[in-house]
């Protein structure tokens, strides 16, 4: 797969209708089984911690890599850039969603962040200079809550797998950390390749991470004879195939397919995260949920394709 991207980078031929269908399934299987590998990972392991071991390693292999490959050593302002972006996406956007997962089961965590297309459409209209909704739009991000409502509403989910108030606030905190970091990083002078600048995030936002955890305790709880082996296999895939892999993929994608295609994984990944939660770890899944996931699935594929065809328009 890696081979046929470089190829093709460089100028080949042009990638085969296989080549889109396993890249394709990777980002959509790899990402949608992240929430259940973090999930599990947070079982033995502290939130914070996990998050930060795990950026700060996947972040210092790619970084390596691409020094080794003769990329140039970012400036300080990219530095300083990509580690504001990197505390948006990775510290408040990826590792609160670790800590949320000690309490509330895989597939709920992923239908709650999978909606953030309807935080970033309101946040983007209420924004100063920020732009009105089109009415495809509005009736995505109204069909959205009704989802939500649906999903969170007494009785919709059984008893023991609720996720308390503070854990759906702090879910929508995070999608809100997530649009502000893709926000910022939409603004910022370009000066690194996307793979470069994922790889400075990481390192940036690790650091915040393990800082966290520290700050909040979770180094006296951390103990390396504590940690479950099916922790450490949830670790190492998180490491090596959701933060490298996919993410290698994600890029090689985005070179050879329209933005509007890739963004696909939106409404993929929770799919994928619903299932495997109740495959493997037994978590709810009753007629309600589904009823539930399906609209609110819906509602983000209708604000994807409705902003991707504003941004084509001229």
Not at 267 to 282: E, R
Request: proline share 6%.
């Amino acid at each position: 797969m890696n081979g046929g991207a470089e190829a093709a980078a460089g100028g080949g031929a042009a990638p085969s209708r296989g080549a889109y269908v396993l890249a394709f399934a990777a980002i959509y299987l790899i990402w949608g089984s992240t929430y259940l590998g973090i999930r599990v990972a947070v079982e033995t392991m502290p939130p914070f911690l996990m998050a930060g071991m795990r950026f700060a390693v996947a972040g210092s292999l790619v970084f390596g890599y691409l020094r080794l490959r003769g990329a140039p050593w970012p400036t300080r302002r990219q530095w300083r850039d990509q580690a504001i972006i990197g505390i948006f996406l990775l510290l408040g956007g990826n590792a609160v969603v670790s800590w949320c997962e000690e309490r509330t089961p895989s597939g709920i965590t992923s239908l709650m962040i999978g909606a953030g297309p309807l935080v970033v459409v309101l946040f983007d209209w209420v924004r100063p200079g920020g732009k009105r909704p089109t009415v495809g739009l509005a009736l995505g991000v109204a069909v959205g809550i009704a989802g939500i409502a649906l999903l969170l509403g007494p009785d919709a989910i059984p008893q023991g797998y609720r996720p308390p108030a503070i854990d759906i606030i702090a879910l929508f905190a995070s999608t809100i950390s997530w649009w502000t970091g893709s926000f910022y990083s939409k603004h910022i002078a370009a000066g690194t390749s996307l793979i470069m600048a994922s790889a400075m995030q990481m390192i940036c936002g690790s650091a915040c991470m393990l800082l966290t955890g520290l700050l909040l305790g979770e180094g006296s709880s951390f103990h390396m004879a504590s940690i479950s082996t099916h922790s450490w296999e949830a670790f190492a895939y998180l490491v090596v195939a959701g933060s490298i892999v996919a993410f290698r993929v994600y890029v090689w994608l985005l070179e050879h397919c329209t933005p509007a295609k890739v963004s696909t994984y939106a409404y993929v990944n929770p799919v994928v995260a619903v299932v495997l939660g109740w495959l493997v770890l037994g978590e709810p899944l009753n007629p309600r949920m589904l009823l539930a996931a399906a609209i609110i699935v819906g509602a983000v594929a209708i604000i994807t394709i409705g902003r991707a065809r504003t941004a084509a328009k001229p």
